[in-house]
RNA sequence: GCCCGCUUGGCUCAGUGGUAGAGCACUCGCUUCACACGCGAGGGGUCAGUAGUUCGAAUCUACUAGCGGGCACCA
């Protein structure tokens, strides 16, 4: 005999499986030897190398597993590409921090070493990720694994640049950029962090230059004002308008600035004049342009203050600089006020560090014609089309419309560093290789741009950048575009817009058909998780303490909607699986005598019982039901549909209804084609739940006594039989079978009334009862054909089924829909007071649906004007309430 | 300031015009020969509020309130 444990033991699964599907080759496209299959892609969103797995990873590497596997049983060729992205800056200051334990800065390790460092870091880190979604049970195909630093992918970051640069769409400039003091590089928009802080408003007179009196402006950084050039007022502003054009002694360095007129200013914040500073502030750097300004740097690149603030401020840090600019103001009298203040300050995305806004050479990448491209994809195409639509394609077209040019150099070394030489005239070439650019510039002494690319900028290659581009390979041929991107939705402008920007630029078509935005898993207080706060949830844990499947069905059901963590969700998909586990374990258990488990329903459904067309039915439904919620990537929906099939319908009521014939003694040809079609229920559920399930549905499926290899398609005719490959159920319209899910559901009605007697009237388990059933030609059928499930399941010892009974008065009584009665005689024990008011309760209930039905009716315009079907319905509906009200009412008046 | 989302039983969430659902929690009864990570039977919601559209609204529209998010920022 088998010996089967009670509890299902995840580990045990997902120790051996995943080893062997990834050895056998099953994750690589090329398993499916069908050339004309059609094609389905994912390329991996790449974490850092320096990362490691948190549950949005978790998530979002579940559904696309899910699909990537549903799709791969469909008989797609299937490729989900797996790798890694080099993260900059966080490597960077992860390599630095470990070169400080040395007591090493990187400049005395120099360049070279520092990469090499580097790179040394990559290898060591990179393999915990790699185990890590291992773990997930990811059939992502290892053999294209990519890096975004990989040679391939280099060359293709060089070819981008070269040719961006060559249309004008990357150029050099000296402009004011988000600079951060603390990891020493510029900022793009999007790596900047606002967050809101509760400050000072400083109100600063500025004395006039030839006449009394003084000007008072508000700022909430006192220490710019050292670098101040202007100060602005609104050209409409009353209070001003004489004042435009003289000019103002800037305090503590009696430097002479104009008053200029500007739109920008807001008459009504603050003093309704401003302080120009414009290589201290975006905005006033735009205003210093208009007005032909001078650009004073006050801070340098360390956040302190350079010469240019005067000898006394020269060397302070700029909060150091802030007090003494107040303290001195204060004695000269010229601080007019300070109030409490709200407002945002930008912070490094990665350090935190507030930044400083610096004038500085980068390297940007003009936005507005590949920002062309992707809005007319959008508007003329739909293309990529988000899911949910609602709202992030309006999300993603606003953020476009809006677009700055992106400053893609970095003031590091790990990355890829610029492909620009400079020559000793100062000549810019920028090529592929340092050969072409000694080729082009016709001098060997040139020497490189010391800055590397934002990682972004590699980032958005990766669709096309991981399958080969820019040679035209057969992987590009066949992969580009993929099919989807799933992702969480913070990175939709850092990353999904940049690809499809370069999609279209260099291929023509946009990286991807469908954008799917996961919700986002939050703690149980509705907070984001973050390791700040540390409230994360380590996805790894959970795979221990429930399994790595129950986790995944906790994990796709999350969807598109923001969802509190919820550990009882998992307890209750690992309670699931046991279920699984269980169910299998009986049907192994009761397997003997059962073959050609395959031909199990051999000679179609005309013949069998009514469960058995009945559980073909709810199987065929659900099937046709989680194609369709899988292909429109309603996650949520697929899960509680294979949930309630399995456990409510299969488990409940089928393997209920079987046990009648399947355990029986004798080795009879009913008994073992009922074993066979169990087994075959079974089966098939297997493989509609391993997208989900991976390890659980393989380990079962392995042990069933099936002929394995008939369920995979001739394409894999070399793989050893495996769940993964097998075909997944598609709906056979001939097996949907309506009939038979009424007649089932009027059994299960009337068991189910039945063991509510049972229950009400405190009949002990163990006791049998007699049922007497009353009921018309058709459904009394029904009830005659499954009398001994009937008697099984409700514990009758006897069944007497008529059209007619004479129903004995002491007996407890349910009246069902259709007319049937049902009577389960209980001689002596039954308590007359208790049983009418249990029937009135039941009237009462009746009454009230017919009360609200009825008035629905009498509404003429309802009748009027509501489809004929839905009148029609609710008039049968009333019909049946009204039937069984008279029967009702005669049972109560028997037991007067 | 602009834009968006959410508000359904104690909790976490489904449900998008026609009889309010699930899981967990709760009550009662069960060591019934797959499973106590279980089985059977129950209780519990005027679907945030107001007004409207409609024969009919949890579902569509408008407004209000609370919560959450994004974008832009006012120095």
């Not at 201290?280 to 300004?293: A, K, V």
């Not at 204060?330 to 006020?337: A, I, R």
Request: aromatic share 10%; charged share 30%; net charge negative.
């Amino acid at each position: 005999m088998i010996d089967i444990p009670k509890i299902y033991d995840p580990k045990e699964a997902e120790r051996h499986h995943y080893a062997r599907w990834e050895e056998r080759g099953y994750f690589a496209p090329e398993i499916n030897a069908n050339p004309e299959a059609p094609v389905f892609t994912i390329v991996i969103p790449p974490p850092n190398v320096t990362g490691s797995l948190h549950m949005g990873h978790a998530l979002q590497h579940t559904m696309m597993d899910v699909l990537t596997r549903h799709k791969r049983m469909c008989g797609y060729r299937t490729l989900w590409l797996p790798g890694t992205d080099h993260a900059s800056i966080s490597t960077q200051l992860m390599v630095t921090r470990q070169l400080k334990k040395e007591g090493l800065s990187r400049h005395d390790l120099g360049r070279d070493k520092f990469v090499e460092r580097a790179w040394q870091w990559k290898r060591e880190h990179a393999g915990q990720i790699m185990r890590q979604i291992r773990r997930e049970g990811a059939s992502v195909d290892w053999s294209r694994e990519r890096f975004t630093m990989d040679e391939e992918l280099s060359r293709a970051v060089y070819e981008a640049f070269v040719r961006l640069y060559d249309e004008g769409l990357i150029y050099r400039g000296n402009r004011i950029v988000n600079w951060c003091p603390n990891d020493q590089t510029v900022l793009s928009d999007l790596e900047v962090l606002r967050d809101p802080q509760k400050g000072k408003l400083y109100y600063l007179r500025y004395p006039f230059k030839d006449r009394d009196g003084a000007i008072t402006v508000a700022t909430t950084r006192p220490e710019t004002m050292l670098g101040d050039t202007a100060v602005a007022v609104n050209p409409n502003d009353e209070r001003y308008a004489e004042v435009i054009g003289r000019k103002l002694i800037l305090p503590l360095l009696n430097r002479e600035i104009p008053i200029v007129a500007d739109e920008f200013v807001e008459s009504e914040f603050g003093s309704g004049a401003v302080k120009v500073t414009p290589a201290h502030d975006p905005n006033d750097y735009e205003m210093g342009l208009r007005h032909n300004l001078e650009q004073v740097t006050v801070i340098d690149q360390f956040a302190r203050m350079t010469e240019a603030a005067g000898a006394e401020f020269a060397g302070l840090d700029r909060y150091q600089a802030r007090d003494l600019v107040i303290e001195k103001f204060e004695s000269l009298g010229l601080l007019e006020k300070v109030i409490d203040y709200e407002f945002s300050i930008s912070k490094c995305e990665r350090c935190k560090t507030v930044l400083e806004p610096l004038i500085s050479t980068q390297w940007f990448c003009r936005m507005d014609q590949l920002r062309d491209l992707a809005l007319r994809k959008l508007r003329q195409e739909g293309k990529p089309r988000f899911v949910p639509q609602v709202p992030y394609e309006k999300v993603y077209s606003d953020w476009l419309e809006n677009l700055r040019d992106w400053t893609i150099s970095r003031q590091l070394w790990w990355g890829h560093q610029i492909p620009a030489w400079y020559t000793k005239d100062g000549d810019v070439i920028v090529a592929r290789s340092v050969e072409e650019a000694k080729a082009k510039a016709g001098t060997g002494e040139l020497k490189q741009d010391e800055d590397v690319l934002d990682t972004w900028f590699s980032s958005a290659l990766w669709p096309f950048s991981t399958l080969g581009w820019p040679d035209e390979t057969e992987d590009l041929k066949t992969f580009y575009p993929t099919s989807v991107l799933i992702t969480a939705r913070d990175i939709i402008f850092l990353w999904v817009s940049r690809m499809v920007m370069t999609g279209l630029k260099f291929i023509g078509k946009e990286p991807f058909d469908d954008v799917y935005v996961t919700g986002t898993v939050l703690d149980k207080h509705g907070q984001r998780m973050s390791k700040t706060k540390g409230n994360g949830i380590d996805p790894l844990e959970v795979f221990d303490k429930y399994g790595v499947d129950a986790t995944r069905l906790t994990l796709a059901s999350v969807g598109s909607t923001d969802t509190r963590w919820n550990e009882k969700q998992v307890e209750s998909y690992r309670n699931f699986a046991n279920k699984i586990w269980n169910a299998a374990r009986f049907c192994l258990l009761n397997s003997e005598g059962a073959e050609a488990v395959e031909h199990a329903f051999a000679g179609g459904p005309a013949n069998f019982p009514l469960h058995d067309r009945w559980i073909l039915s709810r199987l065929n439904k659900t099937a046709s039901e989680v194609n369709a919620q899988l292909d429109t990537y309603d996650f949520h929906g697929a899960v509680q549909s294979l949930y309630h099939f399995f456990w409510d319908d299969f488990c409940d009521w089928y393997i209920e209804l079987s046990k009648a014939t399947i355990t029986a003694e004798n080795d009879s040809p009913e008994r073992n084609i009922a074993r066979a079609r169990l087994i075959s229920i079974l089966e098939q559920s297997l493989r509609l739940l391993h997208p989900f399930m991976p390890y659980l549905t393989e380990e079962l499926w392995q042990r069933l006594p099936v002929n394995h290899s008939q369920f995979l398609p001739r394409v894999y005719a070399n793989a050893q039989p495996t769940i993964m490959l097998a075909a997944y159920p598609q709906c056979d319209e001939a097996l949907v079978d309506e009939r038979a899910e009424t007649e089932m559901q009027a059994v299960i009605d009337l068991i189910s009334r039945v063991r509510n007697i049972r229950s009400e009237m405190n009949i002990k388990p163990g006791d049998r009862i007699e049922l007497l059933i009353a009921a018309k030609s058709d459904l009394q059928s029904v009830f005659a054909a499954s009398s001994d499930q009937i008697a099984r399941l409700t514990r009758a010892a006897q069944v007497s089924i008529d059209g007619q009974v004479e129903m004995p008065k002491t007996s407890a009584r349910a009246v069902l829909a259709g007319g049937a009665e049902v009577a389960v005689p209980l001689e002596g024990l039954i308590d007359f007071a208790q049983e009418r008011a249990r029937l009135s309760r039941e009237k009462d209930k009746l009454q009230k649906e017919s009360d609200k039905l009825e008035s629905q009716l009498a509404n003429p315009d309802f009748v009027a004007r509501a489809p004929s079907d839905k009148v029609a319905e609710l008039r049968a509906r009333i019909a049946d309430i009204a039937q069984r009200t008279v029967a009702l009412d005669q049972v109560l008046e028997a037991l007067r």
